[in-house]
Structure formats: C-alpha cells, structure tokens
C-alpha cells in the first residue's frame, strides 16, 4: 500500500494503491464557482456546461429575476426606482438596491392659489401666497385653490324705492301693494351707473315696521319637524313685474297659501306685519334681494292707518 500506481482514470490524480492491493486516486475538482455551469470532468480535462434559464444570484441588488443565460452567465432584469414623487431622486445601489433621495426642485402642489412650490423633505410644499389684488376697489377678490384669483364686481348700492299706495289702511278692502325701485352702483364715484333691472333677483320684504324678515333662502323648507304649513316671507310676484327704463315696478299680490314652497305675499299679509303700528304713525317697509352676488335693501315708508277708510 501506498505505492505509486496508475488507476487508467484520467479524471483522477495522486494514484496510490491501497490496503485492498487496488490502484485508487483522488477525483479531480472541477468546480468553477458559476452558478450557471454544470461542472465535470472529461478525458483528464474539466468541462463546464452552461445551464440556460437556471436560477442564480448576480449579486446585484438592482436586478431582479437573475436566471442563467446560454454563455454560462447570470443575468437579471433591471429593476425600477421610480417611487412616483417627483420630490425625490430616484436611483439604484448595486449594493442597497433603491435609493429615493428627497430633493428641492420646484413643483405644483395643486393649490393654485400658492406661489414658488418647491419640495422639502420629500413632499410638495406651497411657497407664498399669490396676490390677487387687481387694484380695482370695484372687485372683490379672492382666490379659489382650485381655479386661482377670482374677481367678482362689488357695487356699493344707491337704491331708491318708494311704495304704493303710501297709505295703508287696515280695515280697507285691498289685495296687492307694489315698490319702485332703482338702483345706482356708485362704487366708482365719478362714474355712477344704473343697475340694469333684469339683474336684479326676485326681491322680498325684509321689514315691515317693528317686524323683521329672515332670508327666505336662510329657512328650511319644510321645517326641521317636518311641516310644510308656514310662510318663509313676503315674496313680490315676479312674473307681474314691470320695468320702464332704469326703474323695475315690484308687484306683491299673492295671498299666503301657508305653504314654504310657492313663493307669495300680498298687502294683507303685509298688514298683519303692521298690526301693532298706531294709528296714523308712519313705519318702514324695506324690500331686499341680489345683484351680481351682492344683497342690497331699500327702504321707504307708509303711513298706517287701523280704523276707517283710506
């Protein structure tokens, strides 16, 4: 044993024989350290075969899917670092893999009613806040965040109205009153303009003496106990107004049907409002509505009469 021999086996080496009185060696090692060959002897000499579309590991933390390719090698698939925010920059570490590092380029926050975005910390952050101010004291203005800077025409209101008949008698027969009125927008003192009438929104009573009216459109209608039998005001009969020229003649001749729903008021109602108004006094009646977004009232009076004809 232990003597120098030759086993005939060209794929080992160091043949000696052993105790058994048979020449045996060692195996050769073929082993390349690829994942991706499969790794042999042949004749004396290694051979390594690539074995296509076997799972490996590159080593790469920025691919993904690694599989073995017909040249023995191991390659993967590119992986993406986009994380969607445009507030970091996006890369990938061989090593770490992905890396979203934050930034502080500019951006849209999608409030339009900031300026200069820029990110901070990894998120979209609003600069100062835009300016909307026009320079025009007949605006008022605003900004929507979702539309940016909003100027809507603000009038400073001169209404002029008076009513008839300008006596009112309580115990006289009568069904309907009716209020002229004209309005000026004098925002711009040096130029004075009318108010066209059909700007003018559908008008309601808003005092009446000692009585006051809420908005009809600040009630709820039917109210919160589920009623629908009670009256939000004293409305004017809109299809019975007339305009002439600068001027919109306001008829209020509808009885209360007690129902919130229909819009109606007449000089009955309004007297009822005046029941408390003594004899012969005077008392405002003011009307109220809109133009351009904005609410104006007007005032004037009538005198009360709660005995005798008129």
């Known amino acids: 044993p232990g003597d120098a021999c030759d086993d005939g086996d060209a794929c080992t080496t160091e043949d000696t024989c052993n105790a058994d009185g048979k020449c045996a060696g060692k195996p050769v090692t073929c082993d390349d350290d690829n994942a991706c060959t499969r790794d042999a002897c042949v004749d004396g000499q290694c051979v390594y075969t690539p074995t296509p579309n076997a799972t490996c590991d590159d080593g790469n933390a920025c691919t993904t899917e690694d599989t073995c390719n017909t040249d023995g090698r191991c390659i993967g698939t590119a992986i993406s670092c986009d994380d969607g ?19 502080t380029t500019p951006c849209n926050d ?9 990110c901070s910390h990894g998120q979209c952050a609003g600069g100062p806040p835009l300016s909307c101010d026009d320079g025009d004291s007949c605006t008022a203005d605003s900004c929507d965040p979702a539309s940016g800077c909003v100027h809507v025409p603000r009038g400073t209101f001169q209404p002029v109205c008076s009513i008839s008949p300008t006596t009112l008698n309580v115990n006289a027969q009568g069904n309907s009153f009716s209020m002229d009125l004209s309005l000026i ?11 066209p009438p059909s700007s003018i929104g559908i008008t309601h009573v808003s005092r009446a003496g000692n009585t006051v009216f809420p908005d ?15 009256e939000t005001g004293l409305f004017e009969d809109l299809a019975a107004r007339n305009v002439s020229g600068g001027a919109v003649n306001l008829k209020f001749d509808r009885p209360s049907d007690g129902n919130c729903q229909s819009l109606d008021g007449n000089r009955q109602d309004l007297l009822a409002a005046l029941s408390d108004i003594s004899n ?24 009360i009469l709660n005995r005798g004809n008129r």
């Open 280 to 303: 012969g006094a005077s008392a405002d009646i003011c009307i109220s509505g809109m133009v351009g977004g904005q609410v104006f009232q007007c005032c004037t009076s009538a005198r």
């Open 85 to 103: 925010n445009g507030c970091t920059d996006d890369s990938c570490d061989p090593g770490k893999g992905c890396v979203n590092n934050p930034n």
């Open 185 to 195: 927008n004098t925002c711009n003192p040096a130029a004075p303009a009318p108010i």
């Open 216 to 230: 009809p459109a600040s009630l709820s209608c039917p109210d919160s106990g589920g009623g629908t039998q009670f």
């Open 110 to 118: 999608g409030n339009a009613c900031t300026t200069g975005d820029a």
